[in-house]
């Protein structure tokens, strides 16, 4: 597989694209779950077929894009509200990107450890040991870092902001149980990751939003920042439901590249945590 991927990372992006739209097509026909779980997510929020079809595509995009985004060539990235991560690094401020399943979000990441310097971001170890050794060999970039979803990630990312580095979450991620609460995302009860809210509590870190835009014809990417407006509530269920409003305003300025097939609504699982 790491063979696989390493010679597709070496494909143009169009190319890696258009294949992509072709997978996205492929899985939307053939896989009745994932068909009824991306047509039930899009209607819960708000959204009916012909508005969002384009994210069928999308979602294969993310697929076929992925080798050339861990073994290749950095792809073209512009920026868009850069200013708010300069203005907090002239601070010393460590910062807390908030992610969600939107556009390339590897690319946000990447973009910044590029341009900026350390970020250490959560993943989900993959259960299969070959998927896992292939993540963690591709991941691990220059001043890119991965933190499992462990206790010993969680240290990782809070010494991380506490020596003014950023950190990077998919907050729209269902966590393992006891890792999250119950808060609303578009109107029905999300199982939530309460870590944003602890990784600020305690690192006295700043927030911002950000979300990596697919440009047409595969021109590159554009990523974009936003600041977090007010403050983070102390109380788990409130800072959920905070985060997840923020989540909903993201996918709604790009709701044709939200990953409307995530199971967002699904129960979380026990894992084991160290």
């Excluded at 409130?238 to 967002?264: D, F, H, I, K």
């Amino acid at each position: 597989m790491k063979f696989l991927f390493q010679l597709l990372s070496g494909w143009p992006l169009p190319l890696l694209h258009a294949l992509g739209s072709a997978v996205g097509w492929l899985a939307f026909l053939l896989s009745p779950t994932y068909r009824r779980r991306f047509l039930a997510n899009a209607a819960q929020a708000g959204y009916g077929f012909a508005q969002v079809r384009s994210a069928v595509a999308q979602a294969g995009k993310l697929v076929t894009e992925t080798p050339r985004l861990w073994f290749g060539a950095p792809p073209r990235v512009s920026w868009d509200g850069v200013e708010a991560i300069e203005a907090l690094r002239a601070q010393g401020r460590g910062i807390v990107f908030l992610t969600p399943h939107l556009g390339c979000f590897e690319v946000t990441a990447q973009a910044y450890a590029q341009r900026f310097g350390a970020i250490t971001v959560l993943y989900r170890p993959p259960r299969k040991a070959w998927l896992r050794e292939l993540v963690d060999t591709a991941r691990n970039r220059a001043n890119l870092h991965a933190a499992p979803t462990t206790l010993s990630g969680v240290r990782q990312m809070l010494r991380a902001l506490k020596a003014g580095d950023a950190v990077g979450l998919l907050p729209d991620q269902v966590p393992p149980q006891g890792l999250g609460v119950w808060a609303p995302f578009f109107g029905r009860e999300a199982y939530t990751m309460t870590l944003p809210a602890r990784l600020v509590q305690q690192t006295g870190a700043a927030v911002l939003l950000a979300w990596g835009e697919r440009l047409p014809g595969a021109r590159g990417y554009c990523v974009h920042v936003r600041p977090w407006e007010g403050a983070l509530a102390a109380d788990a269920s409130q800072s959920a439901a905070q985060v997840n409003a923020r989540m909903e305003e993201l996918v709604r300025a790009g709701p044709t590249q939200y990953l409307w097939g995530y199971a967002r609504y699904k129960k979380p699982r026990s894992e084991a945590l160290a």
